[in-house]
């Protein structure tokens, strides 16, 4: 049907619900020789309301090619009980080498990411790289949290910051996109709670992210974004 009606290579939005809201539908694909699978066809992008989108789109696209802009990273390789994370380190530099060119480059990392920065710096920046661990909670998700530094920045606690121009949002964390498991329909999570506060784009994993594979989509990420 989206063949027949959709052109080729178009972005298509989907709004699931209920049980489709765990499910990769961008995914999806017969995955037999010879024939395409829907991320050949189509470039998928997901919110979680439609209101959500409507409010998005009602802004400028976003243009990475525009001077001035301000993008903050913020990485915590280590939280007690947590096992480390050896290439934040090295995809914060990655980062940096990419958007040099064309963005007013802030880099806080360790010690220096505790919860009170990280919030000032959400503030100033139009753009922020989140490289942490993700701490879902399905029964309580307003306590899904980014480990940071000094403790676990909540989505309680995201949802109250007050922000002048937010822009965009690359997630690089585990499980950002998962929400209560007794209430699908809500999609409270991670990533929709960057949109609540007026992020328009949004980047955001499903599952668990193994940490060796985030340098290599980050590198491919911001090359393409830098580029285009």
């Known amino acids: 049907f989206l063949q027949t009606t959709i052109p080729p290579q ?17 995914a999806a694909g017969p ?3 010879g024939q395409r699978n829907l991320s050949n066809l189509f470039i998928s992008s997901y919110t979680p309301t ?9 802004h400028a696209p976003l243009n990475s090619n525009s ?6 990273t913020i990485g915590q390789a280590k939280n007690a009980g947590e096992t480390e994370l050896l290439s934040v380190g090295a995809e914060l530099d990655i980062i940096g080498q990419r958007v040099d060119a064309f963005a007013t480059f802030t880099c806080i990392d360790g010690e220096q990411s505790c919860i009170s920065r990280v919030v000032e710096e959400l503030g100033k920046n139009e753009w922020v790289h989140l490289a942490c661990h993700g701490l879902p909670n399905r029964t ?4 899904s949290a980014f480990a ?9 606690r995201i949802i109250g910051c007050d922000l002048k121009n937010p822009e965009f949002a690359y997630l690089s964390a585990c499980h950002a996109t998962v929400g209560d ?4 329909d809500e999609v409270i999570h991670l990533a929709s709670a960057m ?14 992210v193994d940490d060796g594979e985030t340098n290599k989509i980050t590198s491919t990420f911001y090359k393409y974004m830098v580029d285009e």
């Not at 178009?10 to 961008?26: E, G, K, N, Q």
């Not at 001077?67 to 903050?72: E, M, S």
């Not at 784009?201 to 668990?208: D, E, K, L, Q, Y």
């Open 10 to 26: 178009s972005r298509i939005w989907w709004c699931p619900t209920a049980d489709l809201s765990v499910l990769p539908l961008h």
């Open 31 to 33: 995955y037999r020789k």
């Open 50 to 58: 439609l209101t959500a989108l409507i409010r998005a789109r009602r």
């Open 67 to 72: 001077q001035g802009k301000r993008l903050v």
């Open 140 to 143: 309580h998700p307003f306590e």
């Open 148 to 156: 940071l530094q000094d403790g676990r920045f909540t989505i309680q």
């Open 181 to 184: 498991k007794e209430s699908p």
């Open 195 to 208: 949109q609540f506060v007026g992020f328009r784009s949004v980047i955001g994993t499903m599952w668990a």
